[in-house]
């Protein structure tokens, strides 16, 4: 079963929790509802249905991911960009920062935006 992850807009936005008898439980959801309420139980925060997007490893998953879809090898986007391909393992994996110069050599050689890697 596929988690819940659309964060609902909180602007003027307000929580409620209730008590009650658990066979009125779809009926008041479904009253809440037609009023504009959105049912939230089953959510989960993303953070813990994608635990490898973790704040670390962001950037070397988009590094990894705009790689990928430009059909390169490690080794070859290293040709292309004159960076180690140990060095681009290492970002990938989340050992290594990308910093903002490797950023632009990067995004450059992936067609993508540099500031996707920082």
């Known amino acids: 079963m596929q988690a819940h992850t659309k964060k609902l807009h909180t602007k003027?936005?307000?929580?409620?929790?209730?008590?009650?008898?658990?066979e009125?439980?779809?009926?008041?959801?479904n009253a809440l509802k037609s009023l504009g309420f959105a049912d939230t139980s089953d959510s989960i925060p993303w953070r813990?249905?994608?635990p490898e997007f973790d704040d670390n490893t962001l950037p070397g998953v988009a590094l990894a991911g705009?790689?990928?879809?430009e059909g390169l090898t490690q080794e070859e986007?290293?040709?292309?960009?004159?960076?180690?391909q140990r060095h681009i393992s290492e970002m990938e994996n989340g050992k290594?920062?990308?910093g903002k110069e490797?950023?632009?050599i990067l995004a450059k050689a992936l067609n993508i935006g540099y500031k996707v890697f920082l």
């Open 96 to 98: 290594r920062a990308i």
């Open 24 to 29: 009125n439980k779809e009926k008041a959801i």
């Open 48 to 50: 813990d249905a994608f």
């Open 12 to 22: 003027g936005s307000v929580a409620l929790h209730f008590t009650g008898p658990p």
């Open 77 to 84: 986007l290293s040709r292309l960009t004159g960076i180690p």
């Open 102 to 104: 490797r950023a632009k």
């Open 66 to 69: 705009a790689r990928t879809k």
